[in-house]
């Protein structure tokens, strides 16, 4: 049998058709000895893409923008988008130790020339009053007050700002008294004294490992106290007054603070408060001898650095206050209690160096105890929480079991 073959022509002329129409649906040939070229380029088709995640980076780095404060936003032309929040965080932590260095060594050296704690305490009030009312009159109210509080803001707010008063020129006292090493041991005691008055206070019971971990921060004190060679009682007991005082200021200071009222504009208002107990104070306590005082003060190292002390010292008071704050503000409490811990030990011993102090090895290890004990109070209190007392009960209901 013979079979009918097309002509060659018709062949030809089919399989042309066919490779036309694959061509028209743009399907490509696939199989064994096809032979077709790609209808797309790669540059059509992955172009899309690239152009959606550029758009995807975009939004991020504008989401990211919107995020950041004015600040931040001026540091992000540095450091970058991403790295500015942190950048921003650790430059207030080197300005707040700083400040506050700077601070313990001035005052310190004004009390070997001008022995008036009551004064100098007011002195500190009066310049920071002056710069929050500065602030406020050129615009700045974030700054300082705020806004205007009424009688029962200020009510609530003066139970606190008496005892920071108190308790500022108690720290004073302590400072003038005995080195500025023992001062800050003695007040790390001052954790327990919050314990203490939140259960006495507020009713609110602190867990036993938190408890426990005030034990070596005691024994710490106790032993650093006893090596100290400038130990004295005036300056012990006033250290464990500012301690007391300033718990106070922790327990009432947590009903001041209001969604319009906030850590800030509660500073100020203190501030503002404590130079009106502290004015008086100082002039009964201090009042008689202060112009023989200023005169010998004058004497010693003349004027214009007399004046400019009181007022350096003054502000950074302020300031460092004030970028604690901050600080705060950044990070969790528990970040900005390790902070703090730090911070007296960069304190403690840029005094021993700066004043040539002699710092035996009992109160060496006792420092170093209490301040051991002091990171630890802050580690327990982040993992163990505090149980708060229940609320009253309403008129008319029975209390809840």
């Known amino acids: 049998m013979m079979l009918s073959k097309a002509p060659l022509g018709v062949q030809i002329n089919t399989r042309s058709r066919s490779l036309l129409a694959c061509r028209t649906a743009q399907v490509p040939l696939i199989g064994r000895g096809s032979i077709a070229a790609p209808l797309i380029k ?6 899309p893409e690239q152009k959606r995640g550029q758009e ?17 936003t001026a540091v992000s032309k540095v450091v970058g988008a991403k790295n500015a929040p942190a950048a921003v965080t650790l430059g207030f932590i080197a300005l707040w130790y700083a400040l506050n260095v700077y601070f313990n060594l001035l005052n310190k050296s004004i009390f070997k020339y001008f022995p008036f704690p009551y004064t100098v305490s007011t002195v500190h ?10 602030t406020y009159f050129l615009g700045l109210k974030s700054w300082s007050f705020g806004r205007a509080i009424s009688k029962a803001e200020f009510g609530t707010v003066f139970g606190p700002a008496a005892m920071h008063a108190i308790g500022h020129i108690a720290a004073n006292i302590s ?9 800050h041991t003695v007040k790390t005691l001052e954790p327990a004294f919050n314990v203490l008055l939140s259960r006495l206070v507020l009713g609110e019971a602190t867990p036993l490992p938190v ?31 500012s301690n007391l005082t300033f718990g106070f200021r922790a327990v009432w200071g947590k009903a001041a603070m209001t ?12 501030t503002l408060i404590s130079m009106l107990i502290c004015v008086p104070i100082a002039l009964v306590m201090e009042g008689a001898g202060l112009g023989a005082g200023a005169q010998a003060a004058i004497a010693k190292v003349g004027e214009s650095r007399f004046y400019l002390d009181l007022f350096l010292v003054g502000l950074l008071y302020h300031l460092y206050n004030q970028f604690a704050f901050n600080t705060l503000q950044r990070v969790s409490p528990v970040s900005h209690g390790v902070c703090n811990v730090v911070k007296r030990v960069v304190i403690i011993f840029s005094s021993v160096i700066f004043f040539n102090q002699t710092l035996t090895q009992q109160a060496l290890i006792g420092t170093v105890i209490a301040l051991a004990g002091t990171w630890l109070y802050t580690e327990a209190s982040s993992r163990f929480k505090t149980k708060k007392a229940p609320p009253p009960a309403a008129p008319g209901k029975p209390a809840s079991a």
Not at 125 to 134: R, W
Not at 213 to 231: D, N, Y
Request: net charge negative.
């Open 42 to 47: 790669p540059s059509q088709w992955v172009q």
């Open 125 to 134: 009030v009066v310049v920071g009053t002056a710069y929050c009312a500065a």
């Open 175 to 183: 400072f003038a008294a005995v080195a500025i090493s023992l001062t």
């Open 211 to 241: 408890v426990v971990t005030l034990l070596p921060i005691m024994a710490g004190v106790a032993l650093a106290s006893a090596g100290e060679l400038s130990f004295n009682w005036t300056g012990f007991i006033s250290a464990m007054l």
């Open 56 to 72: 995807t980076l975009i939004a991020r780095a504008a989401e990211e923008s919107k995020q950041l404060d004015p600040l931040e």
């Open 259 to 270: 969604k319009t009222l906030d850590s800030t504009a509660v500073y100020a208002y203190t």
